[in-house]
């Protein structure tokens, strides 16, 4: 009787302990499932030094940095989200920087790669550096936040706006109001229409203006017509 009930106390002890450490073991195995479809991004350092290359000026070099930073990012939402945040890091630092050649070069070529990633959360610095340039521009073309604005298009309409209506510096405002007339639609319409009342400076006023006339488009409604275009950028330059 005595030997029965030990047998019985040592099933009931030492099979639930068993399974207790067979279930804690299960669970502290590394998992085979946990990393597979995950992308390995970028490799270490990588960023760091793809970000030093696009300091340089455009070529062979950038161009081909560049174009591995944009197939790497096109593997998966999580690796286009590290790229575009530590180009908007690294570029927002940059105006701090005393070497300008480097500053506009990285410029250049990250703005560049956050129009090809249509990286609308970046708009705000773009914006805030709508007239950066290489401190001698000649075209529409040195300026990569204008640019890169441009490409990116309709989503930043809304933020465009807030510039053209409340930012105290009128080039700046004339900026946001090129923008948005070369973006188009019915949206860039109503933004450009609303804007002209309230805006005080000639030059901004009359290419607000011109930019309304020009978007009476028959073949292309709420667009600049090519009929205007000159004239269109003639405004936008106070000609």
């Known amino acids: 009787m005595k030997r029965a009930t030990l047998l019985v106390m040592f099933w009931l002890v030492t099979v639930p302990a068993l399974f207790w450490l067979a279930i804690v073991a299960i669970a502290a195995r590394p998992s085979k499932t946990s990393s597979v479809g995950l ?7 990588e960023l760091n030094e793809s970000l030093d290359t696009l300091k340089l ?15 790497k990012a096109k593997r998966a939402p999580s690796c286009r989200t590290q790229l575009v945040q530590t180009l908007i890091r690294d570029m927002e630092q940059a105006e701090n920087t005393t070497n ?14 956050l129009a090809e990633l249509k990286a609308t959360e ?3 610095l773009l914006i805030a550096n709508i007239d950066l340039n290489d401190g001698f521009p000649s075209s529409l073309d040195d300026f990569p936040a204008l640019v890169a604005i441009l490409r990116i298009g309709v ?3 809304p933020k465009l706006q807030t510039v053209l209506s409340n930012d105290p510096a009128p080039h700046r405002r004339r900026f946001a109001a090129l923008c948005i007339a070369y973006t ?13 009342p309230g805006e005080t400076d000639p030059c901004v006023k009359n290419f607000l203006r011109i930019s309304v006339q020009a ?22 330059y106070c000609r």
């Open 184 to 196: 188009g639609g019915s949206q860039a319409l109503s933004a450009l229409t609303s804007a002209l």
């Open 39 to 45: 992308p390995r991004c970028f490799q270490d350092n």
């Open 57 to 71: 000026q455009p070529g062979l070099e950038v161009g081909r940095v560049s174009q591995s930073l944009l197939t």
């Open 100 to 113: 300008h050649s480097e500053n506009y070069h990285l410029w250049e070529n990250g703005a560049s790669l």
């Open 155 to 157: 989503p930043a309409i």
């Open 122 to 124: 970046a708009l705000d």
């Open 215 to 236: 978007f009476d488009n028959k073949e292309k409604p709420n667009h600049i017509s090519s009929e205007l275009n000159g004239k269109w950028l003639s405004a936008f």
